[in-house]
């Protein structure tokens, strides 16, 4: 009977990037997380681009897309990362995998993502020390916030803020627009 061997953080950090692109490391095992349409690529640029203006501005710290960090022994690049001013001092720009968690990881639900995939890699950000995670729905439209101190559900007109980025606020409707 043949085994596997199974990856550690260290492994997939020496990957080569073509073996390691559009790949996460979960449970030891690279898992494929290609294919990304243009409608969910364009909501990521655009989340990137408000907050990362936004928190620049106001020297809070950096929003960043696709970074991957060590979520418990697990390789994550949430769609988008915003990491406070302390943890943007972390930002190593040599690694591959950061050896920390953002502040806030946010997905977008991708057609090949399931709804037990998203749960569990929100609970396994959460463990890791992750404050706060936003699931967004493309289909439905609605964003799920999750955190210590709020679990909610947002639709239509909807205000998303987070305490994370105090003052940062914008309509869910707003922020779809076009998509």
Known sequence: ???????????????????A???ELVEGELVDVSGNTPRHNKLRDRLVALMLSWMTERG?????????????????????SVLGPAKAA?????RRVQRFVPDLAIEIASQSD?????????????KSGTTEVWLFSLRTRELAIYGSHRTLTLRGAD???TDLMPGFSIALEELLQGL
């Open 60 to 80: 809070l710290g950096t929003a960043i897309a696709e970074q991957e960090f060590d979520f418990l022994g697990n390789a994550h690049g949430p769609d988008v």
């Open 21 to 23: 692109e559009n790949h």
């Open 159 to 161: 205000v998303v803020s």
């Open 114 to 126: 399931t709804y037990e995939g998203l749960i569990a890699k929100k609970e396994r950000y959460l």
């Open 90 to 94: 972390l930002l190593d720009l040599d």
């Open 1 to 19: 009977m043949a085994t596997s061997t199974l990856l550690t953080i260290d492994d997939f950090e020496l990957l080569p990037a073509e073996a």
